[in-house]
């Protein structure tokens, strides 16, 4: 069965340090790959995305994710996190039928 | 943010009501669509309309209802719910709905069933 794997429900970090968010998926074909950021009480906001080129995307506010074919991981990362940065990200591949799977969500906490 | 909103913002209604979620995108999109938002789980895609013609359902109950009168707005009418359907719902536009375009979500509708 096609699915998203966010294998984390909480990832904590202190301010200043990267950060990594870990997306992998299970999705036939060429899928494209999306990352969503929800703050509290707000929908969904786009962050990025993968269609084709770079495997390396950057997206909103300092945010970016590698593709990894082989490993079929879609990671997203910042180099140095902010307590704003504190929500709830969600990984989201579409498939080559326009078919949506989103991850279960991983809730990121940075500490000040 | 103001892009696409969503009234009510909260709902509490018993099993036996008829209520109505309401959703408008100021987007200009094409395509339209409703999420249903439970703790821990990943996003349920409910509906999805392109050019107001339901394009995907995805096995939702029969008590949740669709509606799509023009391109900017999305119904989405409940009755006889039950309280496993108390839920965070969502609705999303896109420009298209095609897979390299991304989606504009509203703040939802936090639905209480008693």
């Known amino acids: 069965a096609q699915s998203v794997a966010q294998p984390e429900d909480q990832v904590n970090v202190a301010e200043g340090n990267p950060l990594t968010v870990k997306c992998t998926y299970s999705?036939?074909?060429?899928?494209?790959l999306f990352w969503y950021v929800q703050y509290p009480n707000r929908g969904l906001q786009f962050l990025l995305k993968y269609i084709t080129g770079d495997n390396l995307v950057k997206g909103s506010y300092g945010f970016e994710a590698e593709f990894n074919k082989s490993q079929t991981s879609f990671h997203l990362k910042k180099p140095s996190a902010l307590v704003s940065d504190s929500a709830l990200y969600f990984c989201a591949v579409v498939d080559n039928f326009n078919k949506f799977y989103f991850g279960s969500g991983t809730k990121l906490n940075v500490k000040p | 943010e103001t892009g696409v909103t969503q009234t009510p913002r909260h709902l509490v209604m018993g099993m036996t009501n008829k209520k109505s979620l309401k959703c408008e995108q100021h987007?200009?999109?094409?395509?339209m669509y409703w999420y249903k938002q439970s703790a821990k789980k990943p996003l349920e895609l409910m509906f999805v309309y392109s050019l107001e013609e339901r394009v995907e359902n995805n096995s939702v109950p029969s008590r949740f209802s669709p509606e799509c009168p023009n391109s900017s707005h999305l119904f989405l009418h409940l009755h006889t719910l039950q309280p496993e359907d108390s839920a965070l719902y969502l609705c999303?536009?896109?420009?298209?709905?095609?897979?390299?375009?991304?989606?504009?979500f509203g703040p939802g509708t936090r639905l209480t069933v008693t």
């Open positions: 999705v036939s074909g060429n899928p494209y």
């Open positions: 999303a536009s896109s420009q298209a709905r095609t897979a390299s375009y991304e989606q504009y």
């Open positions: 987007l200009g999109h094409n395509a």
